[in-house]
Nanobody, 122 residues
Framework: QVQLVESGGGLVQAGGSLRLSCAAS????????MGWYRQAPGKQRELVAH???????NYADSVKGRFTISRDIAKNTVYLQMNSLEPEDTAVYYC????????????????WGQGTQVTVSS
């Protein structure tokens, strides 16, 4: 079993910054890609940022230039630095990871964290 635990959410004024963290633990052989998604009330969950095991990143157009995703492979942790936050960034942010749990089988399963609330006031 694999667990993802997010932290770092909170309430911030527009223009402010927050840093989210997501630590993976459990039966992990290796982690493939990791990413951050968000879901605002009444909207579908959307990709915010994604990083591969090789460090290749991609971002939603709405956050390019403001958010930065990074990861510490040794700690099985992914981060999301969010700068110049806007009220439109208000959402529950979820971490996602593609994890290989078996040494013998090359099977990647995807896991979600429980989510952390980010609220940006105007």
């Amino acid at each position: 079993q694999v667990q993802l635990v997010e932290s770092g959410g909170g309430l911030v004024q527009a223009g402010g910054s927050l840093r989210l963290s997501c630590a993976a633990s459990g039966s992990i052989f290796s982690i493939n890609a990791m990413g951050w998604y968000r879901q605002a009330p009444g909207k579908q969950r959307e990709l915010v940022a994604h990083i591969t095991s090789g460090g290749t990143t991609n971002y939603a157009d709405s956050v390019k230039g403001r958010f930065t995703i990074s990861r510490d492979i040794a700690k099985n942790t992914v981060y999301l630095q969010m700068n110049s936050l806007e009220p439109e960034d208000t959402a529950v942010y979820y971490c996602n990871a593609g994890v290989r749990t078996s040494v013998a089988r090359i099977v990647i399963n995807y896991y979600w964290g429980q989510g952390t609330q980010v609220t940006v006031s105007s």
